[in-house]
């Protein structure tokens, strides 16, 4: 299925199997989760995705409750985070502007942007000037 009870079950099976395959004495920092659609960051409240037929789902509480506890939970939109990706560890590592469109849902899918400002979701960013967060449907 695709309810997010059932998404939420087979993320924490999966932190599960990288857990167990980690090197002794390794801890992973955290899990972060992308989802399509209108996603509130802070609580990771999916306000709608259409693709999954989800419509204000409570999914980062609900994950929150089958991954271990200690471990934060960090949540967006999956074309802001490609965006953020790409920024960081892909083609626009080194740009201080970029613009990200993902094609995989639907004709012209969603695009997330990037450009120069003071911080990502409340964290220092890596570049000398930060980046910020957009997204457009």
């Known amino acids: 299925g695709s309810t997010p009870d059932d998404i939420a079950s087979r993320i924490a099976e999966d932190v599960q199997d990288v857990f167990r395959s980690l090197p002794a004495g390794s801890r992973p ?3 972060g989760v992308s989802t399509p659609g209108t996603v509130t960051p802070n609580g990771g409240r999916v306000e709608h995705a259409p693709n999954l037929e989800w419509r204000d789902e409570p999914f980062g509480s609900i994950l929150a409750k089958r991954v271990p506890t200690g471990l934060p939970v960090r949540f967006g ?3 802001n ?3 953020l990706a790409e920024h960081l560890r892909g083609a626009a ?3 201080h502007d970029a613009v990200y469109l993902t094609g995989k849902i639907g004709v012209g899918g969603e ?3 990037l450009e120069t400002c003071e911080d990502v979701y409340g964290a220092a960013a890596p570049t000398s000037g930060g980046v910020r967060l957009g997204h457009c449907q």
């Open 29 to 31: 920092v955290g899990i």
């Open 77 to 79: 939109n999956d074309a």
């Open 81 to 83: 985070l490609g965006a």
């Open 93 to 95: 590592r080194g740009f």
């Open 111 to 113: 695009c997330g942007f």
